[in-house]
């Protein structure tokens, strides 16, 4: 089994800060599922855009344009 990055009980959080009642666990751990996957994909295009403007170090600009081109979430 794959090791995650985010805390389960920070996806219960989000999930009954957007409103559920009750929070089932396979909910919670399929909202951890998708949000990483979501965030390594933007991880990826940032680590590509800086690597393209000839840097080693990711900013905060490279983040914000990855999760632009990725508008489908």
């Known amino acids: 089994m ?3 990055e985010l ?3 920070a996806m219960y959080r989000i999930l009954k ?4 009642q009750r929070v089932s666990d ?5 909202l951890r599922r998708v949000i990483e996957e ?7 295009n940032a680590v590509e855009m800086s690597s ?3 840097r080693k170090t990711v900013k905060a ?3 914000k344009l990855a999760s632009k081109q990725l508008n489908k979430y």
């Open 2 to 4: 794959k090791s995650s």
């Open 38 to 44: 979501i965030a390594e994909a933007i991880a990826k």
């Open 61 to 63: 600009e490279d983040v």
């Open 52 to 54: 393209h403007a000839g």
């Open 26 to 30: 396979e909910s919670a751990v399929e």
């Open 17 to 20: 800060k957007s409103g559920a």
């Open 7 to 9: 805390g389960l009980s």
